[in-house]
């Protein structure tokens, strides 16, 4: 029996030609797998680093907030629009509390949602001029950065009920502690406190 040899050669190169489509197709099928592999791991690490994105912007509008507040207090206080024992309406109406959000004409949220309480310090006491304020709710991590970076502008600072800056004393070293627990006592030593994912601050700014 004879073989046409052009026949032959024709066979040989359609079955090249399939066998390289089939490799061709699994080639594709691998990269693809591999391309959708990435773009979850891509999209992963993004959710996992927004939030944590969100939480620093935050923390930067929350302390521009304050320093401009700081500012604010002083300018207030040198002109007389700021009395001692100021109402919380009256401190807004002095313009000390621009830039915060304020959902209603005297509700004042800090960035991260928490509520905000400030009066004019009382006669007679440290500062003698200036606000006092009462800010709820910062995330342990944030709460940390914004005790460090703003410890020199305030003239007193209590976290989660724990003494940080007095008229005579400051421990910087008791913030990371504060932050993360409840229930230490004013000196941050008492008991082993409870854990705690938020905290919550007492300053005052002085005039």
């Known amino acids: 029996m004879q073989v046409n040899a052009g026949a032959l050669a024709q066979f040989k190169t359609n079955m090249t030609q399939r066998l390289n489509k089939r490799r061709q197709r699994g080639v594709t099928l691998v990269e693809l797998a591999v391309a959708v592999a990435v773009m979850g791991l891509i999209m992963a690490g993004a959710m996992m680093g927004v939030p944590r994105l969100m939480a620093s912007v935050k923390l930067t509008q929350e302390i521009k907030d304050w320093q401009m507040a700081s500012i604010s207090v002083q300018n207030a206080v040198a002109s007389g629009r700021l009395a001692n024992a100021a109402t919380q ?44 304020v009462t800010s709820a709710d910062y995330p ?54 409870v854990a705690s994912t938020k905290a919550d601050m007492v300053f005052t700014i002085a005039g």
């Open 89 to 132: 309406p009256q401190v807004i109406a002095a313009g000390i509390v621009d830039s915060f959000n304020k959902p209603t004409a005297t509700t004042i949220l800090n960035r991260f949602g928490g509520v905000v309480t400030v009066a004019g310090v009382a006669a007679g006491t440290f500062p003698s001029s200036g606000v006092t």
């Open 140 to 193: 342990t991590e944030q709460c940390k950065e914004f005790g460090s970076k703003l410890l020199n502008v305030f003239s007193t600072l209590s976290i989660n009920g724990v003494e940080i800056k007095t008229r005579s004393t400051e421990n910087a070293t008791r913030i990371n502690d504060a932050c993360g627990s409840t229930d230490l006592g004013a000196d941050g030593a008492g008991d082993a406190g």
